[in-house]
């Protein structure tokens, strides 16, 4: 029997061992459905088997070898798909590539376990060698895929700190215009430069966030005594100037105190404010609350409007994730932030010694960031 038609006359046992590895994969396998881990397995199989069956001349091989062979299909392949949701829903590409070396040594351990006469050294030897490659590729992926991080990191740390100083001008001379401005239109466009200014400064300020923690600088958090209340209070009035037709409510206790670093924990409730404005439901309110009891801070932003899946809570918090239509109910405005508010927020939750998640079902979504109330842990 030919490996093509034993993987058609075994495609159940093959697809079984994919899952049952692919379950293993976590994160990211532990929020998703059985379908979902399973999802291309079988039309890739199909595809390879029917790559097995055509013929192929030596100098195919040789091209095919060095991964420059075609596509097996004029339209996007189940394996181009497959990898665009694993990537959706959290896997890395060592995971990704895991699951190949995994699929390949289970049809081949399968496949020999039909020809008990064949030379058992030429088979080991087979597995052996793939098993060798498979084990470089992972490490010089896993090598090459740190370096390239690096490096773009570290471009976007310098474009970022040096974008500062001339939007740093741009915000002072529109609030010398608005001032001074001989019209009240002149008044108004020098104030929407200034708004302007603000969400560029936010998005800088987040992406710096986001390339000291990659270059492993973390979040930087410093816990003094502070009025809880007063900070909820300031990055709320920092997002309603921005969006003004907004209802911001704010339920927090006036003596409400804490020992947290003011300055982030204000940056984290802009970021979860600013997502609600984004992802809730035109012209509903957005509330944000505080409370404290047994040595714990907790700080809820709601809003009404399309509910997260299941199956994308896990990667909301990763850094520069955008749901896809495919994935989440699509949002009432295209996505134009860079996709780090969620990332910072939970970078400074972790900061302090405290956690965040969400909650999201019947048309009401809330995300929680709960704190030790005298500082780090």
């Known amino acids: 029997m030919t490996l093509s038609q034993f993987i058609i006359d075994n495609m159940d046992a093959i697809v079984a061992e994919w899952l049952t590895f692919a379950m293993t994969m976590e994160p990211a396998a532990s929020t998703m459905s059985m379908p979902a881990l399973r999802d291309h397995a079988k039309p890739i199989l199909l595809a390879i088997a029917k790559d097995l069956a055509s013929e192929q001349t030596p100098a195919a091989q040789k091209i095919k070898s060095k ?5 097996l299909s ?6 181009a798909t497959h990898g665009a949701l694993r990537h959706v829903s959290g896997f890395d590409l060592n995971q990704l590539g895991a699951e190949y070396r995994a699929l390949r040594a289970s049809v081949i351990r399968l496949w020999t376990q039909q020809f008990v006469a064949a030379d058992p050294s030429v088979i080991e030897d087979m597995i052996r060698f793939n098993e060798a490659v498979d084990q470089a590729v992972a490490e010089s992926t896993a090598r090459y895929a740190a370096e390239l991080a690096l490096s773009r990191d570290t471009f976007m740390a310098i474009l970022a700190h040096d974008l500062r100083s001339p939007l740093s001008a741009i915000s002072m001379l529109s609030k010398l215009l608005e001032h001074s401005g001989a019209t009240e239109v002149g008044r108004q466009q020098a104030a929407q430069i200034y708004r302007s200014t603000r969400e560029m400064a936010a998005m800088i300020r987040d992406l710096l966030e986001y390339t000291r923690t ?7 958090v410093k816990p003094a005594p502070c009025n809880i209340s007063r900070v909820c209070g300031a990055a709320l009035e920092e997002v309603r100037s921005g969006h003004p037709q907004t209802e911001f409510v704010l339920q927090a206790p006036h003596d409400l105190v804490g020992c947290v670093d003011a300055d982030r924990l204000r940056q984290a409730l802009s970021n979860l404010l600013n997502n609600a404005v984004q992802h809730g439901e035109a012209g509903s309110p957005i509330t944000l609350s505080a409370a404290g009891e047994a040595g714990q801070l907790t700080l809820q932003v709601e809003n009404l409007g399309p509910e997260i899946p299941v199956g994308s809570r896990q990667v909301i918090f990763d850094p520069l994730v955008q749901l896809s239509a495919s994935s989440a109910t699509p949002s009432r405005a295209p996505a134009t932030n860079l996709g780090l508010g969620l990332f910072i927020a ?3 939750a972790l900061g302090h010694g405290g956690s965040i998640d969400v909650e999201s079902a019947q048309g009401r979504t809330v995300f929680t960031i709960r704190l030790p109330a005298g500082g780090t842990a």
Do not use: M, S, W
């Not at 990659?214 to 930087?220: C, Q, S, T, W, Y």
């Open 214 to 220: 990659n270059l492993g600088k973390g979040i930087p």
């Open 67 to 71: 991964g420059l062979g075609p596509a």
């Open 74 to 79: 004029t339209r996007e392949t189940a394996a």
């Open 346 to 348: 939970r970078e400074v």
